[in-house]
């Protein structure tokens, strides 16, 4: 069949950049009022940091790198969900996944050490537990939810490591190059889907931290800390609502929903 190939023409860039927003326009329109629900989350997490007191001076405290860690990880959560948002925002969303993952990784980090926080710092070191064997991000899901580590995470992985063209910029180049190397996947294709996989990841992600939040937080809150617990319920509620994003078009929809469940799930004591 004659497709008359030498009349072909590539897309120009300018063509590709105006369909491309347009498309990410349209999507991020649909999204709106989740994103902005995103602002009262990072309030939440930075009311809750003022209120907290560092009262970790005592190196020799059982669990001293634990606590400590999972402080700095809340001092910086807010900066890294609002790199996130705005990445999501410009329709950067296997960026945004990528960012959505290191959260998920770090809230594995902490539930991992929830039972033994002594070996934090062991970890912290060496990145071993106090035997010597290493632990990997696989250790972390196997321990706390088995199977989740092949069924989703994996996924996730593998999807963010490919170099899929899902930028205008990087279309474009690509396009351009005439390399057949890098796999061509134009945004339209992918846009909502993965858009709704980005923010359901995200607020999985917040989710996550915002049932271990006062756990972490406790010691340090007062009677006078009630009204910031009641929007954590608010918002907890709110995102759990969220996360059965019912248009969110993915394989594996059931077994990806019980897994988001779990990884959300409130912290063993």
């Known amino acids: 069949m004659d497709l008359q190939l030498e009349n072909f023409k ?14 990410i326009t349209e999507t991020y329109l649909a999204f709106e009022k989740e994103l902005a629900e995103i602002a009262n989350v990072i309030n939440l997490f930075f009311e809750m940091l003022y209120l907290k007191r ?46 959505s993952r290191s959260l998920i ?44 580590y092949d069924k989703y995470y994996r996924f996730v992985s593998r999807f963010t490591h490919n170099n ?21 996947r134009p945004l339209p294709t992918y846009c909502k889907p993965l858009a709704c996989s980005a923010i359901r990841f995200l607020f999985t992600a917040l989710l996550g931290y915002l049932n271990a939040a006062p756990y972490f937080l406790s010691q340090e809150l007062t009677d006078n800390s009630l009204p910031i617990f009641s929007r954590c319920q608010i918002l907890k509620k709110y995102l759990e609502n969220k996360i059965g994003i019912k248009d969110f078009s993915q394989e594996n929809k059931d077994d990806l929903s019980e897994i988001f469940k779990e990884i959300s799930a409130e912290p063993s004591h």
């Open 54 to 99: 560092i009262g970790l001076n005592d190196e020799s405290t059982p669990g001293y790198s634990f606590f400590f860690h999972a402080y700095e990880v809340y001092c910086q959560l807010p900066c890294d969900v609002r790199s996130l948002v705005v990445d999501f925002e410009r329709g950067y969303y296997v960026e945004a996944f990528r960012k």
């Open 164 to 184: 899929y063209v899902l930028s205008p910029q990087r279309l474009a180049s690509s396009l351009n190059s005439g390399s057949n190397k890098v796999p061509y």
């Open 10 to 23: 590539k897309p120009c860039y300018a063509d590709i950049l105006e369909h491309e927003k347009a498309v």
């Open 105 to 148: 990784e770090t809230l594995m980090k902490l539930k991992y050490f929830l039972k033994d926080k002594e070996s934090m710092s062991v970890y912290l070191n060496s990145l071993k537990d106090k035997k010597g064997g290493k632990i990997t991000v696989k250790k972390f899901f196997d321990k706390i939810i088995p199977q989740a």
